[in-house]
Nanobody
Framework: QVQLVESGGDLVQAGGSLRLSCVASGSRFVIHTMGWYRQAPGKQREYVAAQTTGASTNYADSVKGRFTISRDNAKNTVYLQMNSLKPEDTAVYYC?????????????WGQGTQVTVSS
């Protein structure tokens, strides 16, 4: 099993910045892709950004140019630097990892961290 723990969510004014972190822990696992999703009240969970172990990154159009994803593979940690935040970025942000434990690969999710952007 892989456990993901997010941190860094907070209340911030529009135009401000936040940095989210997510640490993966467990045993006998290899992480392939780590990323972030978010879910606003009354909406479906949506993709935000992801980075492969090879450092390839991908972003949702809604956050391109404002958010930056990065990883520290040695620490099994992924970060999401969020700049120029907008009220519509308000959501619970979930860390996601695609990982192999022994021979089985699957998706893992964190418990979420709340980001609230006030106008």
């Amino acid at each position: 099993q892989v456990q993901l723990v997010e941190s860094g969510g907070d209340l911030v004014q529009a135009g401000g910045s936040l940095r989210l972190s997510c640490v993966a822990s467990g045993s006998r696992f290899v992480i392939h892709t780590m990323g972030w999703y978010r879910q606003a009240p009354g909406k479906q969970r949506e993709y935000v950004a992801a980075q492969t172990t090879g450092a390839s990154t991908n972003y949702a159009d809604s956050v391109k140019g404002r958010f930056t994803i990065s990883r520290d593979n040695a620490k099994n940690t992924v970060y999401l630097q969020m700049n120029s935040l907008k009220p519509e970025d308000t959501a619970v942000y979930y860390c996601n990892a695609v990982a192999t434990v022994d021979i089985m690969s699957r998706n893992y999710w964190g418990q979420g961290t709340q980001v609230t952007v006030s106008s």
